[in-house]
């Protein structure tokens, strides 16, 4: 649906750390930004950002509202603006 919430989870198999250190962390921010935020703005954070990840930018139809990292899982609170970016 247009304007629809997701709350977004994955959890390490058998309750295992997926982040295992600071730089864990780290990536998997860059990607979230690379993938979510206005195309202006990741061009503004990262230059030398490969032309082939900014055409995969989901911005206009998908924003974070709010995450948490945990060491074992992460969550995501989105906002789809066009149907069927996320499916169940």
């Given at each position: 649906r247009?304007?629809a919430?997701?709350?977004?989870?994955?959890?390490?198999?058998?309750?295992?750390?997926?982040?295992?250190?600071?730089?864990?962390?780290?990536?998997?921010?860059?990607?979230?930004?690379?993938?979510?935020?206005?195309?202006?703005?990741?061009?503004?954070?990262?230059?030398?950002?490969?032309?082939?990840?900014?055409?995969?930018?989901?911005?206009?139809?998908v924003?974070?509202?709010?995450?948490?990292?945990?060491p074992?899982?992460?969550?995501?609170?989105?906002?789809q603006?066009?149907?069927g970016?996320l499916?169940?």
């Open positions: 247009d304007n919430y997701y709350h977004v989870y994955n959890q390490g198999v058998g309750r295992k750390e997926i982040f295992l250190e600071k730089e864990d962390y780290e990536t998997f921010l860059y990607y979230l930004r690379i993938y979510t935020l206005p195309p202006e703005e990741v061009e503004n954070r990262y230059p030398d950002l490969p032309r082939r990840l900014l055409t995969k930018n989901l911005s206009d139809e924003k974070v509202l709010s995450y948490c990292l945990m074992d899982h992460f969550h995501l609170l989105l906002k603006n066009s149907k970016i499916k169940k």
